[in-house]
């Protein structure tokens, strides 16, 4: 609950300040995005499990959304930008899905 | 399959199992440093998520009034260059009348008067009215990529109508001189390097009585006729009684010469 309160903060925030992305980060925010959300339901998961950890959490949140960015940087420098998105989406949301699976099973027992 | 398999079997973070093998049993506290920590995340990624979201949303407008900002700016070009060019004809008209009017005076002058009137009425310097038959052509109704007029059609049109007997001929009301050009270019006909929308208005001056006939006889004519028939190019022509054809005022020879003595 205090997690969703978190997000909706967050999402207030984002669209009341609304700060003006530089071009040159444009391709890499929805990826960041993608990679935030993987990390955060990891995070959610591990703490339905009990095995949370803060300090993992924090490493994992931060180089997810680096190595999400760098590899569409990459991908982009050798002209398969595109591509390389659509991999990093790929591999994120299946990750997203079976963490939410778990998340599931934990919170209805189904 | 392997790395699907795996990609299923551990998509948690193989930090969270080491880190809980290796804590100590008895910190409660964490917990609430575990929240805070979530909330934080959580923040951050609504954050990222809105300004994504909105990013997304408002260059989609922008796009979109830069087109318009496009658009706009070349319809003033546009305006500019027809203003420019009615004051051109104006001026043209002026110098003509002065010219005649100097060159009235002497009797060589009026020789020299009556010949440039000839050659000005053939190379279309002036603009010139008489009988003649207007064809308005255009793209069939649904225009597929093989209902569409190409330049090469409207040339064909034109030539038709020059065997016809055509002795002015105009374009959406551009003049056709010995150096007017009709392209295609991207998906537009240009006719005297101003491009054109249909339906395409074609003004011939020439003898009205036989010029159809002669005109749908013509290879040109017999081309447009093919492409009424097969693609369902909408073609009208009509006889006129006065019809008139606009001087192309910016016909000029920039490099060409008369070679020797008269």
Known sequence: MIAVLGLVIGVVIGLLVAPDVPDWAQPYLPIAVVAALDAVFGALRAFLDGIFDDKVFVVSFISN????????????QLGVGSQLSTGVVVVLGIRIFTNMAAIRRHVFRA | MSLLNNL?????????????????????????????????ATLVLGFLLAVATS?????????????KELITRINQADNRLSTMRTRQAQLADEVRRLQASGLSNTSSGAALQQQLDTL???????????????????????????????????????????????????????????MTAIRGAGSAITVDYSSLTPPYTVHAIGDNTTMPARFAQSSGGQWVQYLVSNFDVRMTITTEESLLVPADATIALRYAKVSGPR
């Open chain 2, 55 to 67: 990013q997304n949303y408002r260059s989609a407008p922008e796009a979109e009034k830069q087109r």
């Open chain 2, 120 to 178: 000005e009425l053939q190379t279309g310097a002036i603009a010139v009215t008489g009988p003649g038959i207007k064809a308005v052509v255009d793209d069939a109704k649904d225009a597929d990529k093989e209902g569409r007029l190409l330049d090469v059609d409207l040339q064909q049109l034109v030539n038709g109508l020059w065997t016809a007997g055509a002795e002015a001929i105009s374009v959406n009301g551009h003049r056709l001189t010995s």
């Open chain 2, 8 to 40: 299923m079997a551990h998509p948690l973070d193989d930090g969270y199992a080491v880190a809980a093998r290796t804590r100590p049993k008895q910190d409660k506290p964490a917990r609430t440093r575990h929240r805070a920590m979530l909330v934080a």
């Open chain 1, 65 to 76: 959304v680096l190595i999400a960015a760098l590899i569409v940087y990459l991908g982009d």
